[in-house]
Nanobody
Framework: VQLVESGGGSVQAGGSLRLSCAAS????????MGWFRQAPGKEREGVAA???????SYADSVKGRITISQDSAKNILYLQMHSLKAEDTAMYYC????????????????WGQGTQVTVSS
């Protein structure tokens, strides 16, 4: 299983970014997928997750600003982020392996290397 994130960068508060995660090495629909983030000095936390049927889960802190989606034909997971805040600054990770759209890190077996998102106020 290989997960490769892209799309991170630096943006001003209020801006938007779209992260992508290219998945390979397994049957994409076999796992639910999630986006997680980790800020310096903080624990990794779930941001959004999606199952093979398209059901989603979101952290309360991002509801209404962030949308998770997937293109199962291309094996790509997306995270569209709007109205970014300084507190969204973190390394963002893509993960696969849960049986449902869980936001718990312990539910996921496979992780990407991450892509950095920096939001300046």
């Amino acid at each position: 299983v290989q997960l490769v994130e892209s799309g991170g960068g630096s943006v001003q508060a209020g801006g938007s970014l779209r992260l992508s995660c290219a998945a390979s090495g397994y049957t994409y629909s076999s796992y639910c997928m999630g986006w997680f983030r980790q800020a310096p000095g903080k624990e990794r936390e779930g941001v959004a997750a999606i199952d093979s049927d398209g059901s989603t889960s979101y952290a309360d802190s991002v509801k209404g600003r962030i949308t998770i989606s997937q293109d199962s034909a291309k094996n790509i997971l997306y995270l569209q982020m709007h109205s970014l805040k300084a507190e969204d600054t973190a390394m963002y990770y893509c993960a696969a392996g849960s049986d449902w759209a869980s936001l718990a890190t312990t539910e996921y077996e496979h992780w990407g290397q991450g892509t950095q998102v920096t939001v300046s106020s």
